[in-house]
Antibody, heavy 117, light 107 residues
């Protein structure tokens, strides 16, 4: 059974960089496709971006200039960085995987990240 | 970007009754649509993909239908565990987008 453990700071200051990692257990990260999704009261569920096991990515155009997703297949890790954050980036961030690139079979527990000084 | 809308925003249903939820896309998805269930304090759970294929372990009382721009999720004989928020998601084009959700609560 695939399990996903999110980790990262829960409080980030405005204009700084949000860095988040998830660790996958119970399966090889190479066997699935991976996405980051966030959820805020104001904007609902928002797809951030996608990465496959070769490191190819696709990002939401609304975030593309600020976001980077990477994969570490040796350690079963995924990473998300979002630069120049504002209060609008306050949300629960989910690391999400699937058998296909396009919809999401399994989700991490999510981490609430608050952007505030 | 494909815009997803859902109706109604809230649906009040008695246990044992059926619920019909609607999802509409701003352009044709063919059948590239998924449905998710989210309970309070939990991550969403995949219910349906390909508009009508149940995900692994999803009970048969959940069924999806539709194509093009109009989709429906039907929950027959609602159980207490089914009261939650339901989201549709299109994956016909990047960026993937979600609807605002339908809350199914107890009447």
């Amino acid at each position: 059974q695939v399990q996903i453990q999110d980790s990262g700071p829960r409080l980030v200051k405005p204009s700084e960089t949000l860095s988040h990692t998830c660790t996958v257990s119970g399966a090889s990260i190479r066997d699935y496709y991976w996405n980051w999704i966030r959820q805020s009261p104001g904007k609902g569920l928002e797809w951030i971006g996608f990465i496959n096991n070769r490191g190819s990515t696709n990002y939401n155009p609304s975030l593309k200039s600020r976001v980077a997703i990477s994969i570490d297949t040796s350690n079963n890790h995924l990473s998300l960085t979002l630069t120049s954050v504002t209060a609008a980036d306050t949300a629960v961030y989910y690391c999400v995987g699937g058998r296909y690139p396009y919809f999401f079979d399994f989700w991490g527990q999510g981490t609430l990240v608050t952007v505030s000084s | 970007e494909i815009v997803m809308t859902q109706s109604p925003a809230t649906l009040s249903v008695s246990p044992g009754e059926s619920a019909t939820l609607s999802c509409r896309a701003s352009q044709s998805l063919i059948t590239n649509l998924a449905w998710y269930q989210q309970k309070l304090g939990q991550a969403p759970r995949l219910l349906i993909y390909g508009a009508s294929t149940r995900a692994t372990g999803i009970p048969a009382r959940f069924s999806g239908s539709g194509s093009g721009t109009e989709y429906t999720l039907t929950i027959s004989s609602l159980q207490s565990d089914d009261f939650a928020i339901y989201y549709c998601q299109q994956y016909n084009a990047w960026p993937f987008t979600f609807g605002p959700g339908t809350k199914v609560d107890i009447k």
